[in-house]
């Protein structure tokens, strides 16, 4: 599995590798104000967690709250699973979910930990029509150039949650479903083995 990996590589797979099937349509009627509102506020709270000073266990639990509030964790999971989240029973799906929410955010909030000082600002947004909307934003750090961060936002019964990160074009969805299934195969295709890998990451 890899480690140490730099804010390009951070999401792997590009956004063309994400493809239609990933796409979940669009539940309700989503705007750009809303979706924009919606990443206003995660992106505010990660600028206040990244900048607060706090120790990092503390932050990571503050990082697993912002993707348990804000993302829409079971769909996001199950995607990154892929056939395997069709075949496994209600119970595992339900303690998968648990498991790769907590590797998810620990996961990238390491690594968005060590943009202490960034400043986040939305710059655009562009509706995607029943594929929900991307936000755009920029992320200006005080150690390298500023890069483009989207959030792929889409409406949910719990209101907007966003579905997918996309950094300089590399996404969220398409790295995890490779690291995802990497783990499951090592576990020999067992959820259960894959959820403490998972929890132990």
């Not at 890899?2 to 539940?27: C, D, F, H, Q, Y």
């Not at 509102?37 to 990660?46: F, P």
């Not at 005080?142 to 409406?155: K, L």
């Not at 783990?183 to 083995?193: C, E, H, K, V, Y």
Request: charged share 20%; with cysteine; net charge positive.
């Amino acid at each position: 599995m890899r480690s140490n990996i730099n804010r390009r590589t951070l999401l792997g797979g590009t956004i063309a590798a994400i493809g239609m099937t990933l796409v979940p349509a669009r539940l309700l009627a989503l705007t750009e104000s809303q979706s924009v509102s919606l990443i206003q506020r995660v992106t505010s709270d990660i600028q206040g967690i990244i900048n607060s000073g706090q120790s990092e266990s503390a932050m990571l639990t503050q990082f697993e709250g912002i993707f348990r509030n804000y993302a829409d964790v079971p769909r996001i999971a199950g995607t990154c699973l892929g056939a395997a989240w069709r075949s496994a029973s209600n119970a595992q799906k339900s303690s998968y979910v648990a498991a790769f929410q907590h590797y998810i955010s620990y996961k990238y909030g390491r690594q968005f930990r060590s943009f202490a000082g960034a400043k986040i600002d939305v710059v655009r947004s562009r509706d995607s029509g029943d594929r929900g909307v991307l936000v755009e934003t920029m992320v200006d750090t005080r150690n390298s150039a500023p890069f483009v961060v989207e959030w792929h936002v889409i409406d949910t019964n719990a209101g907007p949650k966003f579905f997918n990160l996309i950094i300089e074009g590399i996404s969220l969805i398409a790295s995890e479903r490779e690291e995802i299934g990497a783990m499951l195969a090592a576990s020999r295709g067992d959820i259960n083995q894959l959820n403490a890998r998972l929890l132990a990451t």
